[in-house]
């Protein structure tokens, strides 16, 4: 049931169109109460996506969060020769830290970071 749902997500964004370029444009046109009055054709599409993004991303940012709060470092335990860097295992999947989740996480939403440095979830 998640996958169909993040599936049927993924597809209805990649239908829509991106506004990153246009929005860009657009933020000098701004007016005095805050607006930009504009007009514009939208398709089917870009509306379907439109009006559940909103609910869409709260949705994913809350899933997200449960995930990283469940994915964080704890100390293995047992012996290191290393007393400053101890062995790290995720508290929940119990696997060497970074684990998988965290990793894919870091590198779906962390453009530019390194997944293999082993970081603390803020």
Known sequence: MLRERLESILITTEKAKSWHDEA?????????????????????????FLAGARAELLRLSELGIRLLDLHQPRDAGGITSDTAHPILRCRSCMWRWPCPTF???TE???????????????
Do not use: H, K, W
């Open 24 to 48: 860009e444009r657009l933020r000098d046109l701004v007016n005095q109460d805050g607006y930009v009055p504009i007009r514009t054709r939208l398709a089917s599409e870009d509306l379907d």
């Open 103 to 105: 990793r894919a996480m």
């Open 108 to 122: 779906s939403f962390g453009p530019g970071t390194d997944p293999s440095l082993p970081t603390t979830p803020s």
